[in-house]
Nanobody, 124 residues
Framework: QVQLVESGGGSVQAGGSLRLSCAAS????????MGWFRQAPGKERQGVAS????????VYADSVTGRFTISQDNAKNTVYLQMNSLKPEDTALYYC?????????????????WGQGTQVTVSS
């Protein structure tokens, strides 16, 4: 059983930055995928960024490309999401997830472990 704990959310003004952290209790050989998702009120949960943990290969949603960076620290079993140039439309509850890559980076069924979420609020 892998437990994920997110931290680093908060309130910032547009143009500001935040760094989210996701600490995993353990990595398993089958969990080679870590991702960040977000869900705004009244909207579906959507993928933001994913990383293939074995190689460090990263993928981003078009809406965050060039502004967000996902990274990992294998020694600490931690994944980060650096968010720069934040916009009000980035406001959401952000979730960390762990799973196994099966051909679709943001397919939620590929992720079998989820954190509790951390709130990010961006004001204009």
């Amino acid at each position: 059983q892998v437990q994920l704990v997110e931290s680093g959310g908060g309130s910032v003004q547009a143009g500001g930055s935040l760094r989210l952290s996701c600490a995993a209790s353990a990595y398993t050989a089958s969990n080679n995928l870590m991702g960040w998702f977000r869900q705004a009120p009244g909207k579906e949960r959507q993928g933001v960024a994913s990383i293939f943990t074995r190689t460090g290969y990263t993928v981003y949603a078009d809406s965050v490309t060039g502004r967000f960076t996902i990274s990992q620290d294998n020694a600490k079993n931690t994944v980060y999401l650096q968010m720069n140039s934040l916009k009000p439309e980035d406001t959401a509850l952000y979730y960390c997830a762990a799973g196994t890559y099966a051909g679709d980076w943001f397919e939620m069924r590929s992720y079998n472990y989820w954190g509790q979420g951390t709130q990010v609020t961006v004001s204009s």
